[in-house]
Nanobody, 121 residues
Framework: QVQLVESGGGLVQAGGSLRLSCAAS????????MGWFRQAPGTEREIVAA????????SYADSVKGRFTITRDNAKNTVYLQMNSLKPEDTAIYYC??????????????WGQGTQVTVSS
């Protein structure tokens, strides 16, 4: 089992920044691919970014490329999502998730409870 706890969400004006954190406990953190997902009301959950266990492979959704940065600190069992130049359409609940294999879809093994990000115009 892997337990994931997100933090760092909140209300920000358009153009602002937030940094989300996801603290993991349980199994060996570096063995897992970590992903950030988001889900807005009435929409399907979509992947935003993913990072491999070593941090050597990173991918972003086109909608956030150049604005969001995913990083991880395996010594602290934590993955981060730095979000800059936020737009109202970034408003959603953001989830972190862990997978034992690289996946660019929501079929991850473990999920956090989510943190709300609201961007006002």
């Amino acid at each position: 089992q892997v337990q994931l706890v997100e933090s760092g969400g909140g209300l920000v004006q358009a153009g602002g920044s937030l940094r989300l954190s996801c603290a993991a406990s349980g199994r060996t953190f570096s063995n897992y691919v970590m992903g950030w997902f988001r889900q807005a009301p009435g929409t399907e959950r979509e992947i935003v970014a993913a990072i491999s266990g070593s941090g050597g492979r990173i991918s972003y959704a086109d909608s956030v490329k150049g604005r969001f940065t995913i990083t991880r600190d395996n010594a602290k069992n934590t993955v981060y999502l730095q979000m800059n130049s936020l737009k109202p359409e970034d408003t959603a609940i953001y989830y972190c998730a862990a997978s034992q294999a690289w996946r660019w879809n929501p079929n991850y093994d473990y999920w956090g409870q989510g943190t709300q990000v609201t961007v006002s115009s």
